[in-house]
């Protein structure tokens, strides 16, 4: 680069930055109230799986204490969050769900 004036300055390359988003994990957390079937629909309903896809996942949620729902960018992933975390309180549920950097 130079000052663009007197042509005095530092030869630097540029190159076109092009940085990736970071990545989040949306993660569900386990407990003892909330009922599967209420879990699977979650995960039907605001992750896109299939049933069979969301029950193996509640299943290890179940087992593990903590599972993966997906990997999105900060403001899907927090959207997300958001989403189930309403819905589960419009139910009722202590369901738990967070986010965290991959
Ligand atoms: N542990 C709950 C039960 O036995 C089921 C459950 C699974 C709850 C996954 C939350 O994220 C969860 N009814």
Redesign the pocket.
Known sequence: SDDGDTGIGIATKTRPKTKRPSLYRVL?????????EF?VHVLERFFNKSRDEATQI?LH??QHGVGECGVFTYEVAETKVTQVMDFARKHQHP?QCVMERK
Do not use: A
């Open positions: 569900l957390l386990n407990d003892d109230y909330t009922p599967m879990v509640m949620v179940h369901l």
